[in-house]
């Protein structure tokens, strides 16, 4: 019944976009900030304006199912930094308890103006309830807590109680609920319901500092969910919801969600426009492009040594440096003005011609060292694209024994932060087949013809005399070919260096802090503008 969608992983930066617009849409708060934690349960932070939530994989289900529990929970956070001042940690038993009471209190102020999330949220509680954690399965007091989080919230459990448990469990929900009622009627706030949160832990006979274990809601339902079984929970929850005689039509029109089916399709649409575009091309060379864009980016972007890159090359631009001293030259700007013929002044921006392709080697010996090499790769290249260069970026490594050479950034392409994705997907696995890399690439380079080919590796090629031999083609066709040598100290980067001295390369140079390779890169390509 629900609608196919080929599988996809939305790209983070989409997500981000619509998070923003609707948490400041939904929370009335402009200054919202959403941040994506991965496999952290949602939370709102009022006093810093800050809603967390993790990534669609956090989720069961289909993509598209992930997308609408990810959007429920992006409402509801927005509701608690609407209607709330106090979030608590849920990983103790008085904190949630008091997130559990305020989860419906907000809740029902804000059905009050978003009557359209009354369905989403159906669905939610339907496929919520199949990651829910079966009662008999929880040992100790952290049962309690569960049980009372199911009772209170949908009014069934999942599972049993024994003894006096439900009774404990029952009559604090009916007591918060109570709370929750006259809260709504009497415009109470958060600091009201906490007053009452000591009472509740007592009567549950909980310890207001237990820890409560909390496990993210794919990790519970497992790697499959049964949507036969998902649409039974789903009509569960609409005969105790409408009590109304069109029960199916109505649960088949919860469960397909053609409401935020367009929403959803759009955001695909938009997060593959420029996936993909410039790289399918690329892979009839036998050269790959990851399939999996999940992994964040933004861990690989180190801004402090982004700006030092980008003022080395600013320098270069402008051809000369300003140095504010204690002495020197007094720059009269009045006589200077009045000495031009207009008082006008033009910044121009110069681009320098040259063309750079740039691979890096990402072999497993690079693994210890992998995010400050990444994060020394994304400064170059933002500090190429702040020149206009036009460049491109290949990778190599391991993948299922087979070797690879990864598309980071075609040359039709400008750097973007789709570009840094890619290269945030890439792990470093495998040797260093330098040869058979150069030689997957050679087809596409010879249609690029750059001035420069810059190689960055930390190891020894695999094949000395099959480099060499690759490298006299690359110079042949009129291509400068340049390797850096990147050691883990000044020793392993003298000893990088002296091999790749006769490896045929017409610069040969090595580093040993990652820090100082984009600036290494600045001085080649000074050296071939």
Same mark, same amino acid.
């Given at each position: 019944? %629900? %609608?196919?969608?080929?599988p996809t992983i939305m790209r983070n930066d989409i997500l981000l976009d619509i998070a923003t617009f609707l948490g400041r849409r939904w929370s009335g708060n402009e200054k919202v900030a959403i941040i994506l934690v991965p496999d952290r349960m949602p939370t709102a932070k009022p006093d810093k304006s800050q809603i967390q939530l993790p990534a669609l994989n956090y989720y069961p289900g289909t993509d598209f199912q992930k997308y609408r529990q990810w959007r429920v929970a992006l409402w509801h956070e927005s509701m608690r930094m609407r209607h709330s001042t106090k979030v608590q940690s849920y990983e103790h038993a008085y904190g949630f308890v008091l997130n559990t009471v305020e989860t419906k209190r907000v809740e029902i102020l804000g059905l009050r103006q978003w009557e359209g999330m009354g369905s989403e949220l159906i669905f939610n509680e339907?496929?919520?309830?199949?990651?829910?954690?079966?009662?008999?399965?929880?040992?100790?007091?952290?049962?309690i807590a569960e049980a009372f989080s199911q009772y209170f919230l949908t009014g069934y459990l999942k599972g049993e109680l024994f003894g006096a448990e439900f009774d404990r469990v029952k009559g604090a929900s009916d007591y918060a609920n109570e709370i929750v009622q006259e809260a709504i009627e009497n415009n109470y706030g958060t600091d009201w319901i906490e007053q009452h949160i000591p009472k509740l832990v007592k009567m549950l006979e909980l310890d207001p500092l237990m820890s409560i274990p909390i496990l993210s809601p794919k990790t519970r339902v497992g790697a499959s969910l049964n949507q036969n079984d998902l649409l039974k929970q789903v009509e569960k929850v609409v005969?105790?919801?409408?009590?109304?005689?069109d029960v199916e039509e109505k649960t088949k029109e919860i469960y397909e969600g053609h409401d935020v089916l367009h929403e959803f399709e759009t955001l695909v649409k938009?997060?593959?426009?420029?996936?993909?575009?410039?790289y399918e091309s690329l892979e009839n060379f036998g050269l790959s492009v990851p399939d999996r864009m999940d992994v964040d980016e933004t861990q690989i972007y180190d801004f402090d040594l982004i700006q030092k890159v980008k003022a080395a090359f600013r320098e270069w631009k402008t051809g000369w440096v300003e140095r504010h001293d204690e002495s020197g030259d007094e720059f009269d700007v009045e006589s200077y003005v009045e000495a031009l013929p207009k008082t006008f002044l033009t910044?121009?921006?110069?681009s320098i011609k040259t063309k750079v392709a740039i691979l890096l080697d990402h072999s497993s010996s690079i693994a210890d060292a992998e995010l400050e090499y990444k994060q %020394?790769?994304?400064?170059?290249?933002? %500090?190429l694209n702040y020149l206009g260069i036009k460049f491109a970026v290949y990778a190599?490594?391991?993948?299922?024994?087979?070797?690879?050479?990864?598309?980071?950034?075609p040359q039709n392409l400008k750097w973007s932060v789709v570009s840094a994705r890619r290269l945030a997907q890439i792990?470093?696995?495998?040797?260093?087949?330098?040869?058979e890399v150069y030689g997957l690439l050679q087809p596409v380079l010879k249609s690029f013809k750059p001035d420069v080919f810059v190689t960055l590796t930390d190891g020894e090629p695999s094949d000395f005399d099959a480099v060499r031999s690759m490298v006299l083609s690359y110079r042949k066709a009129g291509i400068k070919m340049v390797a850096i040598g990147v050691g883990r100290n000044v020793n392993d980067a003298v000893g990088i260096g002296h091999n790749l001295k006769y490896l045929n390369y017409e610069r040969a140079i090595s580093v040993s802090r990652l820090q100082d390779m984009p600036k290494k890169v600045i001085k080649l390509l000074q050296q071939s503008s």
């Open positions: 019944m %629900a %609608a196919k969608i080929a339907g496929i919520s309830w199949m990651s829910r954690q079966l009662l008999n399965s929880i040992y100790g007091k952290s049962k005969r105790m919801k409408h009590k109304k005689d938009e997060s593959k426009k420029t996936e993909n575009k410039g910044d121009f921006k110069l %020394a790769t994304i400064a170059l290249c933002e %500090a190599f490594s391991t993948d299922k024994r087979q070797v690879k050479c990864w598309v980071v950034k792990r470093a696995s495998g040797g260093t087949p330098l040869a």
